[in-house]
């Protein structure tokens, strides 16, 4: 907050200079200072918009912050004239000093990320800097495209569901891929699902499991093994639990994760999203803003090897679609956004009948329109510059969400599947196959897969996944392994195993377990816990030993501190009240 502290200082000494103007030359309505204040204040505000520019890439949203500001200059000018005491103009620039400040708490960590960070956050300032001479060839190594859309239900985008979502662009972008139809997230929130998806280790391995976790330097990541092979690496997205802070940007060179907190609460902010609604429509840069800025960078960096992670936020709550993509507007645009509502809800405190939950769902359903066709743009960059056939597309979402389907909404505190499954494609450089698999994967296997496509050396032993290569290169001795989910963030600490098309949940603070045949039952409503105590049995022991290597792993990486020992005394007891004395 470099600039922030010296738009203080700057607005102080003006204020100052104001009141012993005013003391000395009572009687004299000092010219220089009705020339000067204005001056200053709009050189400031010109520095704050190039800021804000280089910080966001957008200039139109720079030039509205300024515009605003300007006004403000004007009314301090216009007090001065009028009013010769110096109490107006003290106000007028302390108005104005409020209103730098909250613009810069706008521009947030981008801004930070500008002042203290490697390099241009964006690459927004550089763009185009593309030419149609062409690309020197990369040697081997292929662009590589992360995307990952937050809380987007697999059965919205994939398969034949009467609630699927028409999504051209993903459509077009899965019949280029390998698709995997029956990929699960091995946590039901956004940071221990994208740890794990960026790491190739389970949340037990990690420990991203609660608000404050940060990401252990002992673990390489995605980006980290990139970076070492030569690509330039970029993030660019929103999710507060992506910030800097949790070191989710270990192995980027450009990190741009706004901090929602710092988009959230600037004075600035809130005024513009209040008088400009069409211009600002959320305090929170959407998928059109996000995807701006992937497109800036892509171009910047189309000449050399690149890994770019995009992440966009829209399909999470609040449910705000631009109202184009809804077939009738919302009356209430906010009412199933406020946290309150949420909050509510969970707790059972409100119960919505059907025809406002079918409302949530087309709400929903809006945003994974809209963001379908903010990908397409991105999409059309890399098809536009060349990249898109040589690329290595993955596409993939942390996570999915409930609508009632057991009795709540949201996600993050059930491993039930319309929380758990989620799309996962890979379009392979020069789509050297295209196939649908149905195996059960997880997207734990998402790092080793991207390596092994790549053909970049790893140790396997030191992640918890597997590449999933085999599934297409060669199926038949492609193996189905059991998966895991763990590290809910409501309602107590809950595993999920699903083997052999069965899937057992257990809660570890109640010691209650449900099994479900996935086949016979994909929504999970008939527990056959009490016909079926032997395969019971066996998901508990496979989830006892997966805890067991989840920690042995952990020590060899050197992680400190034992973040799941609670957890596997609570499946140790779990198996011994079932009569097993140990799980060896
Ligand atoms: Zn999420």
Redesign the pocket.
């Known amino acids: 907050m470099l600039v922030c502290a010296a738009g203080f200082v700057l607005c102080a000494a003006l204020a100052a200079y104001a009141l012993a103007r005013s003391r000395s030359e009572r009687e004299d309505l000092a010219r220089t200072e009705l020339v000067l204040l204005p001056l200053a204040s709009f050189a400031l505000l010109g520095a704050l918009w190039f800021v804000e520019y280089r910080a966001v890439g957008s200039a139109a949203r720079a030039g509205g912050l300024l515009a605003g500001a300007l006004a403000g200059v004007c009314s301090l000018w216009v007090a001065r004239r009028f009013a010769p005491s110096f109490a107006l103009p003290l106000l007028g620039t302390l108005v104005l000093s409020l209103g730098a400040v909250s613009a810069l708490r706008e521009s947030g960590s981008a801004l930070h990320e500008w002042l203290n960070g490697p390099r241009d956050p964006g690459g927004a300032s550089k763009a185009p800097a593309v030419t149609s001479a062409p690309l020197p060839a990369a040697g081997d190594r292929p662009p590589v495209v992360l995307i990952t859309v ?2 987007l239900r697999a059965d919205r985008v994939l398969g034949d569901s009467p609630a699927r979502v028409p999504t051209p662009s993903l459509d077009a972008l899965a019949a280029d891929s390998v698709v995997f139809t029956q990929a699960r997230s091995a946590a039901p ?3 221990p ?2 740890a794990t998806l960026l790491t190739g280790l389970s949340p037990l391995v990690h420990g991203m499991t609660n608000r404050r976790a940060r990401l252990p330097d002992e673990v390489e990541t995605l980006a980290e093994r990139l970076r070492a092979a030569g690509y330039k690496t970029g993030g660019v997205g929103l ?1 507060a ?1 992506l910030e800097r802070a949790f070191r989710f940007d270990q192995g980027f060179d450009d990190y741009a994760f706004p901090a929602r907190a710092d988009f959230g609460i600037g004075l600035g902010a809130r005024v513009l999203t209040r008088f400009f609604p069409t211009r600002y429509p959320g305090v929170f840069p959407n998928t059109t803003a996000i995807a701006e800025v992937a497109v800036a960078w892509i171009r910047a960096h189309a000449r050399e090897p690149f890994f770019l992670w995009l992440h966009v ?1 829209d399909p ?1 709550w609040p449910y705000e679609p631009p109202a184009e993509w809804l077939d009738e507007p919302e009356a209430e645009p906010r009412r199933w956004g406020e946290s309150e509502m949420v909050t509510a809800v969970q707790a059972g405190n409100t119960k919505p009948g059907q025809a406002e939950r079918e409302r949530v769902a087309e709400l929903y359903a809006g945003e994974v329109r809209y963001v379908d066709a903010e990908l397409a743009r991105v999409l059309a960059t890399l098809r536009e510059l060349d990249l898109y056939e040589r690329a290595l597309i993955v596409f993939a ?3 999915g969400e409930e609508f009632w389907e057991h009795g709540r909404y949201e ?2 505190h059930t491993l039930y599947d319309e929380v758990l499954r989620v799309p996962l494609f890979f379009k392979l450089p020069g789509a050297d196959a295209r196939a649908t698999v149905d195996a059960a994967v997880s997207t734990e296997a998402l790092t080793p897969t991207v390596l092994d496509v790549l053909g970049l050396a790893y140790e396997p032993a030191r992640m918890s996944s597997r590449s999933l290569v085999p599934w297409w290169r060669t199926p038949a001795v492609a193996m189905t392994e059991a998966l895991f989910a763990s590290g809910t963030y409501y309602f107590g600490e809950k595993r999920a195993v699903v083997f052999d098309g069965t899937k057992l949940v257990l809660e570890l603070d109640t010691g209650r377990s449900e099994l479900f045949d996935l086949r016979q039952d994909p929504r999970e409503l008939h527990s056959l816990v009490a016909a079926l105590p032997a395969l019971q049995a066996e998901g508990l022991r496979l989830a006892a030993d997966w805890q067991a290597r989840c920690e042995g792993l952990r020590t060899e990486l050197g992680i400190q501190g034992d973040a799941t020992a609670d957890a596997g005394e609570g499946l140790e007891r779990m198996l011994q009240e079932l009569g097993y004395a140990g799980h060896e």
Do not use: F, Q, R
Request: net charge negative.
């Open positions: 937050d809380t929130w956004t940071k699902a994208l999710n639990h936020l999470h979402s942390d996570h996600h993050g």
